[in-house]
Nanobody
Framework: QVQLQESGPGLVKPSQTLSLTCTVS??????????WSWIRQPPGKGLEWMGA???????YYSPSLKSRTSISRDTSKNQFTLQLSSVTPEDTAVYYC??????????WGQGTQVTVSS
């Protein structure tokens, strides 16, 4: 069974770049038809899909975040990474990585809290 685990700093200063890594075990990120997403939930708000990297390496981004977001992968480590630039306190959230197939998010990491504060 696939497992996902987020890692990265829990505190980021305003204007800096947030960088998180999702390590996948029990399945390959290059397996056909799987998409690997980043999703966040700000305090008191709903889930927000940020973007994804496909099994092929193609990337997809939320239009509202596209200018600040980059998702990449390291197939040798079976990891994919989120970078969000020019962060503000409004980027404070719990960040999740998840696997998507056939439109469904079937597997999630436990989530990691990221706070943007000076």
């Amino acid at each position: 069974q696939v497992q996902l685990q987020e890692s990265g700093p829990g505190l980021v200063k305003p204007s800096q770049t947030l960088s998180l890594t999702c390590t996948v075990s029990g399945g390959s990120i290059t397996t056909n038809y799987y998409y690997w997403s980043w999703i966040r939930q700000p305090p008191g708000k709903g889930l927000e899909w940020m973007g994804a990297i496909a099994y092929s390496g193609s990337t997809y981004y939320s239009p509202s975040l596209k200018s600040r977001t980059s998702i990449s992968r390291d197939t040798s480590k079976n990891q994919f990474t989120l970078q969000l630039s020019s962060v503000t306190p409004e980027d404070t959230a719990v960040y999740y990585c998840a696997r998507q197939v056939a439109g469904l998010f079937g597997s999630w990491g436990q989530g990691t809290q990221v706070t943007v504060s000076s």
